[in-house]
């Protein structure tokens, strides 16, 4: 049976794939397998339910919040919150579970269902499995006094707010981590339209506030993490010191110097690495970054002496190789970072306080912080309509990627990775300049059309 949990929870079209039945279901289901109640215990489970600012939100978290009700879960309706402060809070108040109902940077029609075992800590594969497995069956529904209340809890968001600033403040060991600093921030319309300019205010910074307007139906739209023109525009035009981006569920961000210059993920870890490694917060010197990660930052950390280790594409992946090797910052090229100190996944609005703390006390420019870190062309080609489950076994397409790999040599670097849910394989090639990148992602494209055939 295909899985219904993706890598980042259930997505889909809103109300056609991911429907309130489906909705109601899953949190009974959820409910059933994160918070079942002890023989011996009078413990009462709770929930706490967040979502983002798209107008299918309304009916898929009334329908969560039911679910779980219904299963005998006390409800903390948090409203709309970013993704980290589900998560966040889930730990704060001791809940049980927590549910975002989010689709993160899709686009607007589309929404999620994504879940938080206690602690805020993202779902294994096992616990997920569990999940779908009890899908539809039959239970035993508590009645009178022991089906779940649900209470309108707005007010969470300032806990979460509160933890982030006193988070950058003890990044960096000052009382106004980002005082002084001018920052324009993208909302995208979502779910930190109001959460992030204000935990910037709090930390001392005169943010500058773009799409900061939801109506339902404009998150992401040409705005956000996703979008980064508007942004680098208003950077120029307001003189600010640096901005960022955050996309619809505030779970990464993405920055831009203050000569409009986009700084991504990449750059963001390579920041925070050095700074975490003279604050001696960075344990055994490592950072945790992904397969894609641009080999400029690789560089740059073997320049200052920081190991990498690499995980899977996905801030779950990332998070699972830091919690086996009890590493403390990893994150992807696209904006999520994690600093495990202060959250246990990636956090916009926290990456952003974070940023912010470092250019304020450090009295250097975003721009001259990354100087170190210089990004090498990156070519990325979708290679549509092959076989993607004989990328590592055809030999002479082995061989090829083989010999591109010698001419580049230690100028640049080749991955080949099957998509996990379409028939495509997707080739990455980084080099010296934009034009080898392209032949040789053009050259090897074509020979995973040739040698892999069409299906």
């Known amino acids: ?17 991911v429907t309130a039945e489906l909705a109601v279901e899953l949190a009974v289901a959820a409910a059933r397998v994160l918070a079942e109640r002890g023989e011996s215990t009078n413990h009462r489970p709770t929930a706490v339910v967040g979502r983002d600012t798209r107008i299918s939100g309304e009916f898929l978290s009334a329908a969560v919040a039911a679910g779980l009700a219904s299963a005998g879960v006390d409800v903390l309706d948090a409203g709309v919150v970013p993704t980290p402060a589900v998560a966040y809070l889930v730990s704060a108040v001791e809940a049980d579970l927590g549910v975002v109902i989010s689709a993160s940077h899709n686009p607007m029609p589309d929404n999620g269902i994504k879940f938080f075992a206690r602690g805020g800590q993202k779902l294994d594969d096992a616990v997920e499995v569990s999940i779908e497995e009890r899908l539809g069956e039959s239970w035993a529904r508590p009645t009178g006094a022991d089906v779940g209340t649900i209470t309108a809890s707005p007010d969470l ?18 009382d106004a981590p980002a005082s002084g600093l001018t920052v ?6 979502g779910a930190a339209f109001t959460a992030g300019p204000a935990a910037l205010r709090a930390a001392g910074a005169t943010p500058v506030v773009l ?33 960022v981006a955050f996309d619809g569920d505030a779970d990464r961000c993405l920055a831009v110097d203050h000569m409009g210059d986009v700084v991504d993920g990449d750059q963001i870890m390579g920041v925070f690495a050095v700074a975490m490694k003279e604050s001696r917060t960075l344990y055994r010197d490592t950072l945790v970054a992904t397969v894609m990660s641009n080999l400029g930052l690789q560089r740059a ?4 002496n920081i190991d990498i280790v690499e995980a899977a594409v996905g801030d779950r992946y990332v998070l699972e190789a830091m919690r086996e090797g009890g590493y403390t910052l990893g994150g992807e090229q696209s904006g999520h970072v994690i600093v495990s100190e202060y959250a246990s996944t990636g956090d916009g609005t926290l990456t952003a306080l974070l940023l912010a703390s470092i250019v304020a006390t450090s009295g250097r420019s975003l721009r001259e912080l990354c100087m170190g870190i ?6 990325l080609v979708n290679v549509v309509g092959v076989d993607r489950t004989r990328v590592f076994t055809d030999t002479p397409l082995q061989e090829a990627v083989s010999e591109a790999r010698a001419e580049l040599g230690d100028a640049g670097r080749i991955l080949l990775r099957p998509s996990g849910t379409e028939p495509l394989v997707r080739v990455m090639v980084e080099a010296e300049t934009d034009d080898v990148a392209t032949t040789i992602a053009e050259r090897l494209a074509g020979i995973v059309k040739t040698r892999l055939g069409a299906v």
């Open 1 to 17: 049976m295909t899985r219904l949990f993706g890598t980042d929870g259930v997505r889909g079209v809103a109300n056609r794939e």
């Open 157 to 174: 968001v300032r806990q979460y707010i509160d933890h982030v600033v006193a988070s950058a403040a003890s990044f960096c060991g000052a």
């Open 184 to 189: 324009v921030v993208d909302c995208a319309h």
């Open 211 to 243: 799409h900061a307007e939801p109506d339902g139906l404009n998150i992401n739209d040409g705005a956000g993490s996703t979008h980064l023109e508007p942004l680098r525009a208003a950077v120029i035009e307001s003189g600010a010191d640096f901005g």
């Open 301 to 304: 950390m073997r320049a200052a």
């Open 374 to 379: 210089v990004r090498l062309p990156q070519v």
